[in-house]
């Protein structure tokens, strides 16, 4: 007998199971029934009260959405993990199953999460369908800048050469400013736009973009990101960081050496010179009018 059987006899014993596996591959099992079920690999414990509000499916490219609501807990899904993004991007499954036979289940719900807000000891958590990857922008945009990720598959740099990336021990750390004794080798401003990654201790896993690199008296490098990385980075931990491009065509020429790969268009009229009125003489070069 098949799930769909089970249903049309009018006397049922269904209930909810969710499972939600995290980009680093941790995978927790929820169920709203009043005992622990174990199918598919995966154990769904009752006791994290989670829940779900009404799923909305559609036909087509439509989005499914729906919500996950549920409360803090010290073992699984805790407050640390939530604001170290662990569970952006997770991958969720929603399932009807029979709790008295454990092989009629049905998956009714695939997608991830968006979204996620904490209320004191409650979370909410948006889930979105597998079509929320087709909402994205497609196509090229015409503009000076590259359009190009440094290191993706457009750019094709290789960000692990030498003289383009470090790792090193921090010396402190408030989850936004970093400071590492030396690395003189690399100019004041070479990792601006960059990117910083936690290799060790607590936050490991985590990532910051960086906003400002400079030297401090005494040989300190201070590298702060725009937003502090989630969890806590302590004295020892081991961090790298990687050069960054301001995607102009003078940084990808002579800081990079990669003006084949360069997607964007340096040449292109701007605006001003569109609009702009015959002149004698001066420059027109698609930039601010001059007089």
Known sequence: MTLLDHLQTGTTTICRAW???????????????????SFGGIDYLPDSGLTAKSLDLSTGLSVDNTEAVGVLSATYITEADIAAGRYDGAEVRFWQVNWADLSQYLLRFSGTTGEITRSGPQ???????????LNQPMGRVY??????????ADCGFDTSADGFRHEGA???STGRSFRFAGLTE???????????TVLSGEAKGQIGLIKVDRYDPGDIRVIETWTPVGGAVAAGDLIRVEAGCDRSLSACRYKFGNVPNFRGFPDIPGQDWLISTPLR???????????
């Not at 503009?143 to 993706?152: I, Y």
Request: net charge negative; with cysteine.
């Open 19 to 37: 499972s939600v596996t995290r980009r680093d591959g941790v995978v927790y099992g929820f169920t709203d029934h009043d005992l622990p079920l």
């Open 281 to 291: 003489a001066g420059v027109k070069d698609g930039g601010s009018l001059r007089s």
């Open 143 to 152: 503009q000076r800048d590259c359009a190009a990720l440094l290191g993706d």
């Open 123 to 133: 979370f909410q958590a948006e889930l979105r369908g597998l079509t929320e990857a």
């Open 170 to 172: 921090v010396l402190t």
């Open 186 to 196: 690399f100019d004041p401003g070479w990792f601006e736009r960059g990117r910083l």
